[in-house]
């Protein structure tokens, strides 16, 4: 009989640390987020030059060119040029503002994890209807 009210009292003592973890996490990582987003810089050293179309600045990349997607075609085919705009789409997640966008999503993810682990958990209110039926 002890053993179930420590096992009570323990779970209800995880349930609360979840709760706060969650919390924690998900505060940190959108405070994380909301500093990434404002210190981000969405320059690029690489620029071969700029170009106007639809009201905007648009830069040119290097990668860009006629003569780079040739070259790759040429060496490795069309699957060759997808996997080269794959690579670089995923590693234009990990910088500037999507990078900012990244860190948030995680943090709601992890909090959102953590949270339902929490609510799972048999709260004590739920052991007590139990134990009276």
């Known amino acids: 009989m002890r053993g179930k009210i420590i096992m009570k009292l323990t779970t209800t003592n995880l349930q609360k640390w979840l709760y706060l973890i969650s919390g924690i996490i998900l505060l940190?990582?959108?405070g994380?987020?909301?500093?990434?987003?404002?210190?981000?810089?969405?320059?690029?050293?690489?620029?071969?030059?700029?170009?106007?179309g639809g009201g905007s600045v648009y830069p040119i990349q290097p990668d860009d060119s006629k003569q780079y997607l040739r070259g790759l075609e040429l060496y490795g085919g069309t699957a060759n040029v997808l996997a080269d705009e794959l690579r670089r789409w995923f590693a234009?997640?990990?910088r500037g503002k999507s990078l900012a966008f990244m860190v948030a999503c995680i943090a709601i993810l992890v909090s959102w994890v953590l949270f339902r682990a929490?609510?799972?958990?048999?709260?004590r209110?739920?052991?007590?209807?139990?134990r009276r039926g």
């Open 28 to 30: 940190a990582g959108l």
């Open 32 to 52: 994380s987020a909301v500093l990434i987003y404002a210190s981000s810089l969405e320059r690029s050293a690489s620029v071969l030059g700029y170009e106007e």
């Open 92 to 94: 234009g997640l990990w």
């Open 118 to 123: 929490a609510r799972r958990l048999p709260s």
């Open 125 to 130: 209110e739920n052991a007590n209807v139990q």
